[in-house]
């Protein structure tokens, strides 16, 4: 039935470790992840006097160090990605919630004001909003 249902693979309880991890390398190298990639996801975003370490979820600014969530998270690694270019709104509800509906869209707007009241502090920073279009990290 798994295999019907779209799965291509499975482990059988109780497996090992080992070959829960050999599995999972397999999978990672025929979906195309590469080493490059790894490096990318644990990498900290250095911005100003700002730091945004992805892995913990934490934003350190010249004033603190804040705990920020999942989807805090990736807005603002998206912003970091797209410094001082335009990311699109619509782009931004798909990668992060799945969808662009109106509801997603207003915790999305409510994630933002969060991220810029935690910035609000570095003068140099500034994410802008480009009405009908989406956002600009400015820094």
Not at 17 to 35: A, C, N, P, Y
Not at 86 to 114: C, P, T
Not at 129 to 137: A, M
Request: proline fraction near 2%; hydrophobic fraction near 35%.
């Amino acid at each position: 039935m798994g295999f019907k249902s779209g799965g291509d693979d499975y482990l059988k309880k109780p497996f090992s470790i080992d070959e829960l991890l050999v599995r999972m390398e397999s999978l990672l190298k025929r979906f195309g992840h590469t080493q490059k990639e790894e490096n990318e996801l644990v990498r900290k975003y250095q911005f100003m006097n700002c730091e945004l370490d992805p892995v913990a979820q934490r934003l350190k600014t010249s004033v603190g160090e804040y705990s920020l969530s999942y989807k805090e998270t990736v807005l603002l690694e998206l912003l970091l990605k797209n410094r001082n270019s335009i990311l699109e709104r619509q782009d931004a509800l798909i990668k992060i919630w799945g969808e662009d509906s109106f509801y997603n869209g207003r915790s999305m707007d409510v994630f933002m004001a969060h991220l810029r009241k935690l910035l609000k502090s570095e003068p140099e920073i500034q994410i802008i909003s480009l009405r009908g279009v989406g956002y600009k990290l400015i820094c």
